[in-house]
């Protein structure tokens, strides 16, 4: 039973992230497509800088709870797509854009704003199909073929879903926070992305039918059908509220979105966690892969504790900067653009 409830705590956690830091990580990888001056560029960063850090926070309780809950996949993971893993960290640093003012140095850190927001994006989409779909990994945890055995056709189909997710997802909050032509390219950029979300899911949802075992579960147990009549009726949401400017609506539907679609994943996976294509007998599950019953049981009163500071963490973070974000909030001037005073 333990094994279980902290199967769908991870996949909560991980579900809470993708809805927290998607959005930055999409704007950051549309930052020069939806701003064509470091002044609409500093307002776009703007909306997103006061949240990078409280959003990451959920990044690390599901890499805390994976080590301490699931350590074999934890290290299987780690092991074998460390490369992989490390990029994604490198990609999550942009911080030192306003140690200086120099444009130079202003525009060589946008640029790592867009690189770092962009791979981990596209490192996420890979790394999860592949948990999908399974994985090359031995009776060891060894992943046989090296990490280029996780690029393949399913994987891509999981980067084109995170990317049309997270952009979507980030094009309406700098809805959200903007006013003015920003808020209205942000708008008419986001009907643009619904339309890749769309092909995004319609692609993914028959490819996970021939490239994993997800709709297992879901055909023997129907009830379940409701996750995936909640993202369809999230998603039509959305454009419902693009077209009446509803943009805080279309976030939270966005938001639902994702949440849904990640627990739909983790459920269809269920009780698998990293499935081996090599032999079933080797694919790492909730019972073969977890901490000692009393390791559980002290980590679900160590999550009792955190998991509500952080909520309030990051709903004081999400009050105090709740204002859509000014132009005074973004001084600038033609020979200098400036940090937010």
Known sequence: MLPTIWFFIWAVLWAVFFMTDGYNL?????LFFVTKTQKDRRLAISTMAPFWDPNQVWL???GGMTFAVFPIVYATLFSSLYLGMMLLLFGLIFELREKSDHPVWKKFWDGSLVFGSFLPTILFGIVFANLFCGM???AQ???RGGLLAIFHPYAFVGALLFFAMFTLHGLLWLAVKTQGNLNNLAISQAKNFW???LVALIVFLPASAFATNLYHNYRHHPILLIFPIIIIA???LIRIFLATKSTWKAFFASAGMIFFITIAAFTGLYPNIVPSTLNPS???TIQNAASSNLTLKIMLIVVSIFVPIIILYQAWANYIFRNKVSEKEAIYDETSPSVIK
């Open 195 to 197: 339309w890749l979300m």
């Open 26 to 30: 999409g704007l950051g990888s549309l």
């Open 234 to 236: 999230a998603l039509i």
């Open 282 to 284: 080797y694919s790492l």
């Open 136 to 138: 090359p990994i031995d």
């Open 141 to 143: 945890g060894t992943l």
């Open 60 to 62: 690390i309780a599901a």
